[in-house]
């Protein structure tokens, strides 16, 4: 993570980790790793859809959509937002 980034973490499907649910996660000035130990206690669920998104202030905001699939690696999607806008786009 870029120094000064703010990251939050949301969780939607079934079964989601409670620390992840509704608002989710978010934290302000992070740098390095991003530790997620004390929410996800337990394996999760197939079905389950986690969003990270990493912005920054004037930057790219990078988004990860990890998909939790049964009995196979999870899905990673990468997806970009541009700034100004909250739309998100296919990064180049």
């Known amino acids: 993570m870029p120094l000064g980034a703010a990251v939050k973490v949301t969780c939607k499907g079934k079964r989601c980790p409670k620390g992840l649910k509704d608002k989710g996660y978010t934290t302000t000035n992070a740098f390095g790793a991003v530790d997620l130990k004390n929410f996800i ?10 969003t990270v998104v990493v912005s920054k202030p004037t930057a790219i905001s990078v ?30």
């Open 41 to 50: 206690k337990k394996p999760l669920r197939a079905r389950i859809r986690i």
């Open 63 to 92: 988004v990860k959509i990890l998909t939790i699939r049964k009995l196979k690696p999870p899905s990673i999607a990468t997806r970009c937002i541009r700034p100004g806008t909250t739309n998100q786009v296919d990064c180049v």
